[in-house]
């Protein structure tokens, strides 16, 4: 029988003294505390990683790549658009549509394709023979375009063919804002930069995707800040979805790669070329270009360049974690009430990262013109988010490992 120590005494204003030495009952109450301190100091990482991060996405932005545009207050001659036809024909045609539906006037766009392509050929009639303001001039070549380097190839064919003062290299799967060459054109004149790429954003059209594309979108910035600094390393190293030139830099950057012992595998990639005085700009275009959204390729569509492993998928798991963190001591805190310290801390540790990820939500939003409506239910959208993210990734790991091993294969051979 346990020991039971009962001490009554009769005056009124004394209390009832009862003490349970139960081993259970007290080892069920140091085990509550502890789970319940616990909780309270995983809340509070996970709402101290919320804060870091939200500063850091909405905050932490340095001017130096802030894209601000305004319409052309003169004249800069001929653009030329350079579009190489590849991929979905449905997404080539709304990228050239959207062409001619640009607002500065002095533009001419030369189509560049593989002549062995026939849905491409037929396109590319069909565009010339209509009736525009823009003059359209095809440059077919005899070789397929699907590689990066078979493009630079196209293109420095299709040069021939340009009278602007400008190029724009534009990619086939983005969509063009109605004043985005005339914003590009003239911020890069007022500020004398010689080559100006853009960011594209996304968009999205149907409802399941305006749902999850916040939280797709908040998944790949946290990703984004962790590998920051190996970003920078290798600045540059694909084609940007649009990039704007001159011509005088474009002839520069042509006459070095043409030099005897330069790899030309990238003729527009004016970022290395720095000691001949081109002036180069990085921005964000998401208001100006943007692609339609696709949630289960997030990530392929925005960043193609980026590099999964095991570390990024960590992060992605972690922000999952978080979001359910934020829930679990909201509820805890909801049904235990806020009688002591811990469980106070923990309702409002939870609180602090349940709002922040419902502003970030709210944002994210915003900038993809998705559902804002949406956002005080943001955690609903964002475990999917997380698992589609994963499985994006794991796709992409296993397509880069069999191109590595077929590439070794070829080069072994």
């Known amino acids: ?102 607002s500065y006037p002095f533009v001419e766009l030369v189509l560049i394709y593989c002549e062995g392509e026939r849905r491409f050929v037929q396109m590319a009639k069909e565009f010339r023979g209509a009736r525009s303001h823009i003059p359209v001039r095809a440059a077919p ?60 954003g996304v968009r999205c059209r149907f409802l399941l995707q305006k ?11 946290m990703v984004r800040i962790a590998n920051r600094r190996r970003e920078k390393k290798k600045a540059m190293e694909f084609q940007p979805p649009f990039l704007l030139i001159n011509r005088e830099a474009f002839d520069v950057v042509n006459k070095i790669n043409r030099m005897p012992g330069i790899l030309n595998d990238a003729a527009w ?31 392929s569509s925005i960043d193609p360049e980026r590099r999964y492993g095991a570390s990024t998928a960590s992060f992605v798991v972690g922000s999952a974690a978080m979001a359910l963190l934020s829930v679990v001591g909201l509820a805890f805190g909801i049904i235990h009430g806020i009688d002591n310290f811990a469980g106070a801390s923990i309702l409002a540790f939870s ?16 900038r993809l013109r998705a559902a804002a409506w949406f956002a005080p239910l943001w955690v609903l959208s964002h475990l999917p988010a997380a698992a589609l993210t994963l499985a994006e990734m794991r796709r992409i790991s296993r397509k880069r490992t069999k191109e590595a091993a077929a590439n070794y294969a070829n080069y072994a051979k």
């Open 269 to 299: 990639n004016v970022w290395g070329y720095q000691m001949e005085n081109l002036r180069t700009f990085e921005g964000d275009g998401s208001r100006w270009i943007w692609r339609d959204a696709d949630v289960r390729a997030w990530s």
């Open 211 to 221: 749902i999850i594309a916040p939280s797709m979108e908040h998944l790949l910035q």
């Open 1 to 102: 029988m346990p020991l039971v120590l009962l001490v009554v005494t009769f005056p009124s204003h004394f209390p009832l003294v009862y003490i349970d030495t139960h081993g259970l009952v007290i080892l069920e109450e140091c085990v509550g505390s502890l789970l319940q301190f616990g909780l309270l100091f995983v809340c509070w990482l996970a709402a101290l990683a919320t804060l870091l991060v939200f500063l850091e996405t909405w905050f932490g932005l340095s001017g130096g790549n802030r894209f601000l545009a305004r319409r052309a207050s003169g004249a800069y001659g001929v653009i030329t658009v350079f579009v190489p036809m590849y991929g979905a024909v449905e997404k080539v045609e709304r990228a050239i549509r959207s062409i001619f539906g640009q």
């Open 351 to 366: 609180g602090v990262s349940y709002l922040l990820m419902w502003t970030s939500y709210f944002l994210f939003a915003r």
């Open 141 to 200: 070549v005899s070789f397929p375009i699907d590689s990066q380097n078979d493009r630079v190839r196209a293109q420095e064919q299709a040069q021939a063919l340009a009278r602007g003062r400008w190029f724009v290299i534009l990619d086939p799967e983005v969509i063009l804002d109605r004043y985005a060459i005339e914003t590009a054109v003239e911020f890069a004149g007022s500020n004398e930069v010689s080559a100006l790429m853009l960011r594209a």
